[in-house]
């Protein structure tokens, strides 16, 4: 239960796209999803995050304009979009999940219970 589960990552050419899915259980139908990343030699760092029903997102300013997310409630799948791939998007991709979320935007790590394992995702110069 509140196991979150990425696929889709690897690597790419800088210019290139990528579609990231992650999977949770019909429990979290209802919660604010996101992902954050990790650069290597970083801290964690927001990317995106949507209400449950998809009314409202947000977005880092270093992906504004090329990231995409979206959710599948009735597939139980949440879905980020990354177009026109930078060398410095590099990291590994964790998707969370948070039951409560008060501020906005809802940016920070640690108001998210729920993780999934991480996808690299290594975008080539």
């Given at each position: 239960?509140?196991?979150?589960?990425?696929?889709?990552?690897?690597?790419?050419?800088?210019?290139?796209?990528?579609?990231?899915?992650?999977?949770?259980?019909?429990?979290?139908?209802?919660?604010?999803?996101?992902?954050?990343?990790?650069?290597?030699?970083?801290?964690?760092?927001?990317?995106?995050?949507?209400?449950?029903?998809g009314?409202?997102?947000?977005?880092?300013?270093?992906?504004?304009?090329?990231?995409?997310?979206?959710?599948?409630?009735?597939?139980?799948?949440?879905?980020?979009?990354?177009?026109?791939?930078?060398?410095?998007?590099?990291?590994?991709?964790?998707?969370?999940?948070?039951?409560?979320v008060?501020?906005?935007?809802?940016?920070?790590?640690?108001?998210?219970?729920y993780?999934?394992?991480?996808t690299?995702?290594?975008?080539?110069?």
């Amino acid at each position: 239960q509140g196991q979150l589960v990425e696929s889709g990552g690897g690597l790419v050419q800088a210019g290139g796209s990528l579609r990231l899915s992650c999977a949770y259980p019909a429990s979290l139908f209802n919660v604010m999803q996101a992902w954050f990343r990790q650069p290597p030699g970083k801290e964690r760092e927001f990317v995106a995050a949507i209400t449950w029903k998809g009314g409202s997102k947000w977005y880092a300013n270093s992906v504004k304009g090329r990231a995409t997310i979206s959710r599948d409630n009735n597939k139980n799948m949440v879905l980020l979009q990354m177009n026109n791939l930078k060398p410095e998007d590099t990291a590994v991709y964790y998707c969370a999940a948070a039951s409560i979320v008060s501020r906005s935007p809802p940016d920070i790590a640690n108001d998210y219970e729920y993780w999934g394992q991480g996808t690299q995702v290594t975008v080539s110069s």
